[in-house]
Structures are given as structure tokens and as C-alpha cells.
């Protein structure tokens, strides 16, 4: 039996006996490894994995693999299996769901049995032609069936449907699954009547259609050609024994396309947390048609009791809107260590003086100490890097497309979406800030904004509960993050002054009083009610910090002119708009009045 085990440093693992009873299993159901961050459900599969090679040796390859949504965990369960097991690196496929998806379907490209599609990249150009293809779509809708109150949504609302409805793995065929299935986060503000799903479903079709025409798609095309041409998948890229790690990150496609690749007689095997869910996606082992077993993992295997019970304040904020099936296990660590710091600085410039301070002497203390520092966003990861380099310190950043070791000591700077399956020593997490945790957002939909927040805590989660021994996280100014509202004063030290932070309305929009709406000061009422009975559509950002928005183009220069003269608002013209218009052509103006 594979019960030994040992770190990225050879130190030994003593697994737990609810760890040993998972690699025990022996049963015909599909066996679902559960437990909260840092329970070991990453070691469970590479310990299972680990017992494949004992038995098959070197033939092992093609028989084994090891799935997950990241390409930062495929590189640390490779590492992982390399410490472990004697095995050839190809002995045991370790892989992103995504990439293997794309090997099959190039090969069957390849193989002219699929049809050559253009994916899209990622940034804004990238999304803002995705959004020209919703609207070619949409007038395409209207010329064939007529105006509908549909086609005046936003082109980005509609997007978020056509890729949770490919998530779902809905095609032109499936009308029934769509009405069927309940989404949660499309929001209260456009409700579906049964109608409204049929027309909703013709537009889905007409993008579908236009893509086609174009020989272009999404990604998540890809599982759901496989779906429906399972037929066609080579046997070389099946396996006996299936593993996914972070199964509460991938779609009913891609689990369902997973399933396609297990040979007859074959088995799976899936880990995941609810708690640490932040991409959206959703399926069920009803939707999937398996049965399971679930043996939970509940004692803790990296954090401390202080370090989890600060995450788990900000966390637990989720759970009374969750449904019982969405709410995770939790189990207090048993380990006991500092409580988390909290440090609030006067400047920008003295967070950075701050935290390359600190962790130089950490450094200077224990060179084999591992230090994460954790951003919310990627283009953080660049400027940290930079806080580094400035002062000499050698740091590695962990991204999808570059090369890092967790076994190797010393600072990693990485993004919080890539830090599952992480774990360092410290845990370093600045600009703690609105904008970043949680990102700038809003919404006037109470449902979508709910959905939004719990993705958010999720994160803040995820990154809190990376650290091992010591967290600090630090932010400056007054433009800390509302999730420090949530941290009882009990659970952290406090360095620098004292803070009160007011969240910005978000009871207001998640709780709205009973037929009452958040209406504007008085003084942007004016310039609003202007346009509204010029009958012009708006969406008013600027309590958020953002614009007041006017969907239209040239036509509008007799308004655009009056509102100048009344008010002195001074407009700028947009061919492609912005997010708040579904990026149609408008005009945005800052004006306060």
C-alpha cells in the first residue's frame, strides 16, 4: 500500500487514517474526495496515482491520469509525483482538462474528422470581438423573427449565457436541457418567462450558427464536439484511471467529456472544495448520471487555527446564500500559531518599503523559507516582481506559461486564481484594497451581484489559507477592502492605525427594502431625469467612480448640445462603448449635475 509519502523536501507525510481510507476504496462508485482547504485532497490523488504506478510499473503510461483547471497544480503534481515515485515522467499524464480537450480535437482536425476553428485569446480586444459576433447574432434575430425587448439586453449579459449554456453543454439541439436546467448568477433584473427561453434559445442559435459561418468558436466547444462525436475519440488518449483535482472549477462538459475518456472496466476519482469555487462553473454527479461515495477529509494539514479562523470569517460570510448542496465541510486545525497581521500603511510608496522589509528578514532568518506573495490581479504580479528586483531579491513568478519549482526555496509572486494547491511558509498579501479584493464591480441586480461577492470571498479564501505558518496582509490609505469589515479585531494584530472602513452599498444591493429602489443624490438626479424624458437610454456608474453612459451614436449631438448648454456636461464620444452599454456605440460624461 502507497502510505508513505513525502513533501517537495523529502520529508516524510504521515497520512491521516481518513486519507488512508480513500486509497483503500474499493468500491464500484465513483469515489468524491471532500474537504476544505489544506485537508490533503491534492496528496490524497497523488498518493492513489502513486499506487497505480506500484502496480503497473512503467507500463503505467496511458493507463493513469491526473486532470485539473490550472497549469501552475499541474506543475506542482508533477513535481509532487517526481519525489514520490521512480516512474518515467511520461508514466502518468498530468495535464490541464483544456489542453488535453485541444490534443484530441487538433487530432481529429488533423485527422479531418472535425472541423478547423479560430479560438479566441485572451484581453479586451480579444472580448470585444467575441461581443461583435452577440451582436451580428442578435440583428440576425431581429431581421428573421421580428423586434423583441431581448435584443435591447446588453451584448455582454448575452455572452455570459452562451458560455454557461456551452458549459452546460447545450447545443441547437437542446431546447428541453435548457429550459430544464437552473442557473444561478444570471440575475433578477431580466427574468425568463417560458417564451422568453425559446427566444432566447433562437439567438444562442443564431451565434452558434454565425460562428460556424466564420470558422470560429470558443473553447468550450471543444468538450462538447467530443460529446457528440465520442465515437471518433483515439483510444491513445483514454485511460483506465481517471483523477481530478478542483473538480468544483470545471463545467457538466468538461466533467462529462472527462467520463468519454475511461475505458470500458475503468474508474474516477474527484477532489474538490465548494469553499474554494471562483470560476462559476457548476455540474452534479445527478446531471453526470454516476453514483458516488464520499469520504471526507476533515483535519487539517497546512494552515493554523488562527490563520483558517480569519479566512474563515471573511468566508463564512457566503454560506446563507448557499444551497446545502454548494456549503462545504469545515474542521478547526489542530495546529496552533501566531494570529494573522493586519498592517495598514500611510502611502503606496510605504507598503512597498513595508513589504521588501519584510521580507528580507525572512530570508535573512531562514534561507529555506518559502515566502507567496499573492495578487489579485496579474498585472499586480509584474509590479511586485518589480518591488523585488529593485532591492536584489531573487524570486521566481508562477505563471501558466512560465517555469517554476515549489521545491525550490525563497519568494514566488503569484496570482490568487493560480495559488490553489500552493502553500507557502509566509504568506504576503498586499494592496488588501477595493478594485482588487474584491475587484471594481457593480451591479443594480441583486442576484448577479450575490453571485459576484461570493466568488470574492472565495478568493480572499483561497490566498488566506496558502499560508503554513505566518499571513500579513497590508493595504494603505483609505482605500482598504471591504472584507476587512468581516475580520473580528480578536483574530489579527493590528499594525498602524486603526481603521473604519464603510463598504460601498453592498447590503443595499444584495438586501433592496421591499419596492424601493437606491435612488442617486439630487444633484446627478437632474441631468438623469434630462435624458430620461428625452426618452435616451443611460447607465449611471459615477456613485461607483465610474460615468454616466448614453447608448447612441451621432444622432444624439442635438441632446449631447442641450445638456452642455443646461448643465455644462462635457461628453466623449465612444465608437465601441464600454461594458455598461454592452460595448455599442455611446457617449460617457463625468458631469456631477
Not at 130 to 156: C, W
Not at 531 to 542: A, M
Amino acid at each position: 500500500m502507497a502510505e508513505k509519502m513525502y513533501d517537495a523536501y523529502n520529508q516524510e507525510i504521515e497520512l491521516t487514517t481518513e486519507q488512508q481510507a480513500c486509497l483503500k476504496y474499493t468500491g464500484n462508485r465513483t469515489l468524491m474526495v471532500k474537504g476544505y482547504a489544506g485537508a490533503g485532497k491534492s496528496l490524497v490523488l497523488i498518493a492513489i496515482a502513486k499506487k497505480y504506478i506500484e502496480k503497473y510499473g512503467h507500463s503505467s503510461k496511458n493507463k493513469v491520469a491526473i486532470f485539473t483547471f490550472q497549469n501552475t497544480l499541474v506543475s506542482t503534481t508533477k513535481e509532487f509525483l517526481q519525489v514520490n515515485s521512480d516512474a518515467e515522467d511520461e508514466g502518468i499524464i498530468v495535464c490541464t482538462v483544456n489542453s488535453w480537450m485541444g490534443k484530441i480535437y487538433n487530432e481529429l482536425v488533423r485527422q479531418k474528422k472535425a472541423p478547423k476553428r479560430n479560438y479566441p485569446g485572451s484581453g479586451r480586444t480579444e472580448e470585444e470581438k467575441r461581443l461583435k459576433s452577440v451582436e451580428i447574432a442578435m440583428n440576425q434575430h431581429q431581421t428573421k423573427f421580428g423586434k423583441h425587448r431581448f435584443h435591447d439586453i446588453p451584448y455582454d449579459f448575452w455572452l455570459e449565457e452562451f458560455d454557461w449554456m456551452k458549459d452546460m453543454n447545450i447545443g441547437m439541439n437542446d431546447l428541453p436541457a435548457y429550459i430544464s436546467y437552473k442557473r444561478k448568477g444570471r440575475g433578477s433584473k431580466y427574468r425568463f418567462s417560458s417564451a422568453d427561453y425559446l427566444t432566447a434559445f433562437q439567438i444562442y442559435t443564431c451565434y452558434l450558427l454565425y460562428q460556424e459561418s466564420k470558422g470560429c468558436g470558443d473553447w468550450a466547444d471543444q468538450p462538447m464536439y467530443l460529446l457528440r462525436h465520442s465515437d471518433l475519440i483515439p483510444d491513445c488518449f483514454k485511460f483506465d484511471h481517471i483523477l481530478i483535482d478542483e473538480a468544483q472549477d470545471l463545467s457538466l462538459a468538461q466533467m462529462s467529456a472527462l467520463m468519454l475518456l475511461i475505458r470500458p472496466g475503468g474508474d474516477m476519482i474527484v477532489a474538490m472544495d465548494a469553499n474554494q469555487k471562483i470560476h462559476g462553473k457548476y455540474w452534479t454527479p445527478k446531471l453526470l448520471g454516476i453514483e458516488t461515495t464520499t469520504k471526507k477529509l476533515t483535519k487539517s494539514m497546512r494552515t493554523t487555527k488562527q490563520i483558517d479562523n480569519l479566512a474563515e470569517a471573511v468566508r463564512s460570510k457566503n454560506d446563507k446564500q448557499l444551497d446545502e448542496d454548494d456549503k462545504s465541510l469545515r474542521a478547526v486545525p489542530e495546529r496552533e500559531g501566531s494570529l494573522p497581521k493586519l498592517v495598514h500603511l500611510d502611502n503606496r510608496e510605504a507598503e512597498r518599503k513595508y513589504v521588501v522589509k519584510l521580507v528580507k528578514s525572512y530570508l535573512k532568518a531562514n534561507p529555506k523559507i518559502t515566502i507567496g506573495i499573492l495578487a489579485a490581479k496579474n498585472n499586480q504580479i509584474t509590479l511586485y516582481s518589480g518591488w523585488l528586483a529593485e532591492e536584489g531579491i531573487q524570486h521566481e513568478q508562477v505563471r501558466k506559461d512560465s517555469t517554476f519549482s515549489m521545491a525550490k526555496p525563497g519568494v514566488k509572486v503569484a496570482s490568487a486564481f493560480s495559488s490553489k494547491g500552493l502553500e507557502f511558509n509566509v504568506v504576503i498579501i498586499p494592496m488588501f484594497a477595493e478594485g482588487y479584493f474584491p475587484y471594481k464591480y457593480a451591479s443594480d441586480d441583486a442576484e448577479e451581484m450575490e453571485q459576484f461577492m461570493i466568488k470574492m470571498r472565495n478568493l480572499v479564501y483561497v490566498s488566506m489559507t496558502r499560508a503554513k505558518n505566518v499571513l500579513v496582509i497590508t493595504w494603505w490609505g483609505d482605500g482598504g477592502s471591504r472584507f476587512l469589515n468581516d475580520m473580528p479585531k480578536e483574530l489579527y494584530e493590528l499594525e498602524g492605525k486603526p481603521f473604519i472602513f464603510k463598504s460601498p452599498a453592498e447590503d443595499d444591493l444584495i438586501n433592496p427594502e421591499p419596492d424601493t429602489e437606491p435612488q442617486p443624490s439630487e444633484q446627478p438626479k437632474r441631468l438623469l431625469d434630462f435624458l430620461k424624458e428625452k426618452g435616451i437610454k443611460t447607465s449611471d456608474k459615477r456613485e461607483q467612480g465610474g460615468a454616466l453612459w448614453i447608448i447612441g451614436g451621432k444622432e444624439l449631438d442635438p441632446v449631447i448640445k442641450e445638456s452642455q448648454k443646461i448643465f455644462g456636461a462635457r461628453w466623449t464620444f465612444s465608437q465601441n462603448g464600454g461594458r455598461a452599454t454592452g460595448y455599442r456605440t455611446s457617449w460617457f460624461t463625468k458631469c456631477k449635475k
